[in-house]
């Protein structure tokens, strides 16, 4: 059986199980628009 969740709802059972990442934010505007891009170009 299939199960649908917002992405919010995965977001919060995430950081419930694995707590804060603190991969963001970034520490420039440039980190984060290459993050951006990377993560489009992973799913491509």
Do not use: A, Y
């Not at 990442?21 to 290459?34: A, D, F, G, I, K």
């Amino acid at each position: 059986m299939k199960k649908e969740i917002t992405v919010r709802k995965l977001f919060e059972l995430l950081h419930q199980q694995l707590g804060r990442q603190n991969w963001w934010p970034t520490q420039s505007t440039e980190e984060m628009l290459v993050g951006m891009v990377l993560i489009q170009l992973k799913h491509v």
